[in-house]
């Protein structure tokens, strides 16, 4: 069983930055593909954004396509989501989620993926 812990959240003015880390208890998480997803106050959680186990691939949303930059760092088995440019529509609990599988279509499904973290609140002021 894969832990993710989640952290980097906090309030922030729109048109600022936050970074969000994820970071795994296991070393396997290099073979893991990462991605983010993010729920707002009586809404569906969504997806945000992904990076593969293999070949490094990622995929965005088209509302933070353009502001959000997901990465990994294998050695330091975290992934990270480095958001500008930040919008109040930006506000929600945002999650870590990790699969052992490497996509062929983009994983837009919780249903796809295997581990949750606990989530991290975004709170963006306008």
């Known amino acids: 069983q894969v832990q993710l812990v989640e952290s980097g959240g906090g309030l922030v003015q729109a048109g600022g930055s936050l970074r969000l880390s994820c970071a795994a208890s296991?070393?396997?998480?290099?073979?893991?593909?990462v991605g983010w997803f993010r729920q707002a106050p009586g809404k569906e959680r969504e997806f945000v954004a992904a990076v593969a186990w293999s070949g490094g691939k990622t995929v965005y949303s088209d509302s933070v396509k353009g502001r959000f930059t997901i990465s990994r760092d294998n050695a330091a088995v975290a992934v990270y989501l480095e958001m500008n440019s930040l919008k109040p529509e930006d506000t929600g609990v945002y999650y870590c989620?990790?699969?052992?599988?490497?996509?062929?279509?983009?994983?837009?499904?919780?249903?796809?993926?295997?581990?949750w973290g606990q989530g991290t609140q975004v709170t963006v002021s306008s």
């Open positions: 989620a990790a699969d052992p599988s490497n996509w062929a279509a983009p994983p837009f499904a919780r249903s796809w993926w295997a581990y």
């Open positions: 296991d070393r396997t998480f290099s073979m893991l593909s």
